[in-house]
């Protein structure tokens, strides 16, 4: 990974964008964390880029789901939404074109590998959004979101990735076992401030699957989701 704008450029390029304001593009990709380790740059960091990318795709995608499904309920596309602009399937989405080479990291964070670096490039791609539409206007950022994005959902849908695990586990194992799955903590880690929970999932006493977390919800939904995988479900 390196720190040239000469990098970031060659992002866009692979890409076919075109910047009017290239340092829009850099801030794009520049963690607050780089910052403290260069202040005797000009940068800026990415989350005023994210706070705005995130409600343009928001926008955007919403529009698409009204279109594309218009027998579906405002329940379903809210839920259809959720899996398709969450962290997991950006930062699928950032991994797909390669942004995770250009990221702009202290040496700490650059460390970082799994959910934590998910997160990081999660909101880079919607702080990329951002500089989309703020240097090119909303049908950029369009046509941007459609190509990368929105193409995701037949899978989505296919595959039922928008369903909660939670919920789905219990269906499953009700009729498959007669039992309803419980959650317990098998171990959290980390300071008070950025804690990492793992769960296990049960039926009957026997563990199906654990999963990890940011939260117990959140890790209580990994291991659902692992648990279904697991049994075939």
């Not at 607050?32 to 795709?57: K, M, Q, T």
């Not at 998910?118 to 240097?135: K, M, P, R, S, T």
């Not at 009700?174 to 309803?180: F, R, V």
């Not at 940011?214 to 990994?222: H, L, R, V």
Request: proline fraction near 2%; hydrophobic fraction near 40%.
């Amino acid at each position: 990974m390196s720190d040239t704008q000469g990098d970031v450029n060659t992002f866009a390029h692979n890409l076919s964008l075109t910047f009017k304001n290239p340092a829009l593009l850099r801030q794009a990709f520049t963690h607050r964390s780089y910052i403290n380790e260069h202040r005797g740059e000009e940068l800026e960091h990415n989350e005023r880029l994210e706070f705005l990318g995130d409600a343009v795709l928001e926008l955007i995608s919403t529009h698409f789901l009204y279109e594309k499904f218009p027998d579906k309920t405002e329940g379903e596309l809210t839920a259809y939404r959720a899996a398709l602009v969450n962290a997991v399937t950006c930062a699928e989405v950032a991994n797909d074109i390669k942004m995770n080479d250009f990221l702009l990291l202290s040496r700490g964070e650059a460390k970082d590998e799994g959910r934590a670096r998910d997160v990081l490039l999660a909101n880079a791609f919607e702080a990329l959004i951002g500089a989309i539409y703020i240097d090119q206007g909303y049908d950029a950022a369009k046509d941007f979101i459609t190509s990368y994005l929105l193409v995701k959902i037949d899978e989505i849908v296919k595959k039922k990735l928008w369903r909660d695990s939670k919920s789905t586990l219990q269906e499953k194992a009700q009729d498959a076992e007669g039992s309803t799955p419980f959650y317990s903590v098998i171990r959290e880690t980390g300071p008070d401030h950025d804690k990492e929970f793992v769960v296990g999932v049960y039926v009957k006493d026997m563990l199906l699957a654990e999963g990890s977390g940011k939260s117990k919800q959140e890790a209580e939904q990994d291991a659902a989701q692992n648990a279904l995988e697991e049994k075939g479900w």
